[in-house]
Structure formats: structure tokens, C-alpha cells
């Protein structure tokens, strides 16, 4: 809605600042921007509701092919909504639709629409690989040099994925973890942020607030879990099994900053994050499929799930033993 806002604005004082109008319609520069604050609201939620669809329902679904051929149905038919309403203000009795849609300068018209919905598709794809707002927070400069933040991180690990690999072959085993990955969505409805994938390995992470609301980080798992059995008669039709994932978390401070100067990318680091690495190893070790660190379960003092204590446990490469504790549903 924004960008569609602006776009409008922008345009209306382009054409109506010091311009005159080739056509028969002359537009007033202030009631030209009125109509592009409103306009630019109902088409951006227009737009936006497109975008949705496309990604909720048209993502892996359908071949890019058809995907093209919808975009481009739907921008002429946003077009020609454009010039209805347009049609609707500023027509009037002396000039009929299609010659006011195809009057002298229309056409510059119709191509800054077309780019302009060219732009915020990719605005909209960088934003999905950058995650979360991030392109909002790399624009305002956040992650320029390092700062601290307080976070909980899940690392989500596919079991048996050799197995998986050697029987499904590469190219359907790669398709098996696309479809996970997709599922992994649901777990935004729990406030996370899908930090990175690394081959059959999730990352996810909260800020504190958003974690501890509600055992967001808990019922993440358990969220994308459920999803997964739901789906349990695709996932066997076309993979012969049911994928499981084990996690492991932990909470605390890291730093966060942007690194890359050819490819961006932001980036945390700090023991918390390693540590909630390491706890995720120890899930196969202990026949466990969701362990966390005792910093967490102090910060959570959960009630809704059950919670065992395993000991202090040896992590790879840390010199200090981690009080880890088992979560199980309540049944």
C-alpha cells in the first residue's frame, strides 16, 4: 500500500507540476495527489493481495511458465482497473473509455505502472531471501557495524537424512527438503525468523520479547511438527517416509552485524549461537527430539510443556559442561 501510495504521488506531481497535458483531461496537481492516496491505498491492497496468493497458493505449484502467464494477466487486468476508475474521475461526456485509455501520453502512463510493479516484486523477493525486515533495517543502516542483541536461536536438524539421501537419490531428496522448508513457514505465525538453511539444517531465532510470549520458541517446534503429520499421506505418497526433525536451542546475547561486500548478508555471532549448534548434536546422543539449555528454561519457567532434566552434558568444543533439559507435550 505504501509503495503504490508513493508511486502515485510521485506521478501526479511529475505530470502536474509545471506540465501540460497532451490529452483532454487536465489534472489538478492537489486533487491528482488526493487521488493517489486513496487509489494508492486500494491498489496496494490489491496488489498485495495478489502477491499473497501467488505465494500461498502458486509457490512450487504451478510451472513458472503458468506463474508468468498469471503475473501477466493480472498487471492487464490491473491496468485497465486503473484506467476504469481514472476513466470514472476525470472522464467526461465528450470523450469515450478507449479514447481516453489511449489518448497522447497514456502509454508513458501504463509503463511507469508496469515498472513500478516490476520494482516491488523485486523488492519483495530480496526482502524474502534477506528474511524478516531486514531490507527495511539494511536501508536504515542497523547492521553497518556490530551491535548486541538479545536472542533465542533453534537449530532445526532432519533426522536420518543420509539415509534419506542415498535412498531418495539428490535430486528427489532436494525436492523432499524444499517441501520442509516450505512447511517451515508456519512457524512465523510463532513470531520466528527463519535465519538461514544449511543443507538439511534450519536455523530460526527470536528476540527475547517474542520468544518467551506465549512459549513462542516451544511451540514453534511443535507448530511446524504438526504440519508435517497433517501432511503425513503427501509425504508418503511421494518420498516413502515422514520427515522428523530434532532441535536443540539456547538463549543469550550475540552480535549482529552485515557482512559480505559483494553479497550481503546479515549475519550473528557469538557463543549463544554455537551453543544452541551443539545442543541440537546431543538430541541423537540422548534419543531426544527437543533439547534446551537451562539460561532458557530459567527465562521460560514454563508450565504447558514437560520438562526433564538430562545432567550436565560435554559439548564439542566447549570447555564448561551444559545443564540440558528434554521437552516433551502434555498429552
Not at 470514472?88 to 478507449?98: D, E, K, R, S, V
Not at 511507469?112 to 524478516?132: A, E, K, P, W
Request: glycine fraction near 8%.
Amino acid at each position: 500500500m505504501l509503495g503504490w501510495i508513493l508511486a502515485f504521488v510521485f506521478l501526479s506531481i511529475v505530470r502536474g507540476e509545471g506540465t501540460k497535458e497532451l490529452g483532454s483531461v487536465q489534472f489538478d496537481l492537489w486533487k491528482s495527489i488526493l487521488v493517489s492516496l486513496v487509489g494508492g491505498a486500494i491498489f496496494g491492497t490489491i496488489s498485495g493481495y495478489a502477491q499473497i496468493l501467488t505465494e500461498e497458493h502458486g509457490h512450487k505449484k504451478i510451472s513458472i511458465q503458468r506463474l508468468l502467464l498469471l503475473r501477466s494477466l493480472y498487471v492487464v487486468l490491473f491496468i485497465i482497473t486503473i484506467i476504469s476508475i481514472a476513466y470514472l474521475i476525470f472522464g467526461n461526456n465528450h470523450i469515450t473509455y478507449f479514447q481516453f485509455a489511449f489518448e497522447p501520453g497514456s502509454f508513458a502512463i501504463y509503463l511507469y505502472i508496469l515498472v513500478t510493479d516490476i520494482c516491488m516484486s523485486i523488492f519483495r523477493q530480496i526482502n524474502l531471501f534477506l528474511g524478516g525486515n531486514n531490507l527495511w533495517l539494511l536501508f536504515r543502516g542497523k547492521f553497518y557495524t556490530p551491535r548486541e542483541e538479545k536472542r533465542i536461536f533453534m537449530f532445526l536438524d532432519l533426522q536420518s537424512s543420509t539415509q534419506h539421501a542415498e535412498r531418495l537419490g539428490h535430486i528427489k531428496y532436494s525436492k523432499l527438503i524444499q517441501d520442509c522448508f516450505n512447511d517451515l513457514g508456519v512457524v512465523l505465525e510463532n513470531e520466528a525468523e527463519i535465519y538461514q538453511y544449511v543443507g538439511d539444517e534450519a536455523v530460526l531465532t527470536w528476540k527475547f520479547k517474542e520468544g518467551l510470549e506465549n512459549e513462542n520458541c516451544i511451540e514453534a517446534y511443535y507448530h511446524f511438527k504438526k504440519v508435517l503429520e497433517e501432511k503425513k499421506e503427501y509425504y508418503l505418497r511421494y518420498y516413502d517416509c515422514l520427515p522428523h526433525f530434532k532441535a536443540g536451542l539456547n538463549a543469550g546475547v550475540v552480535t549482529v552485524t552485515e557482512v559480505g561486500k559483494y553479497k550481503k548478508e546479515i549475519a550473528y555471532h557469538g557463543d549463544t549461537i554455537n551453543t544452541a549448534a551443539r545442543i541440537q548434536a546431543k538430541c541423537n546422543e540422548y534419543n531426544q527430539e527437543l533439547l534446551i539449555s537451562k539460561h532458557l528454561k530459567n527465562l521460560l519457567k514454563t508450565t504447558r510443556f514437560m520438562v526433564e532434566e538430562l545432567g550436565d552434558i560435554e559439548l564439542k568444543g566447549k570447555e564448561n559442561k551444559e545443564l540440558l533439559y528434554a521437552v516433551y507435550q502434555n498429552n
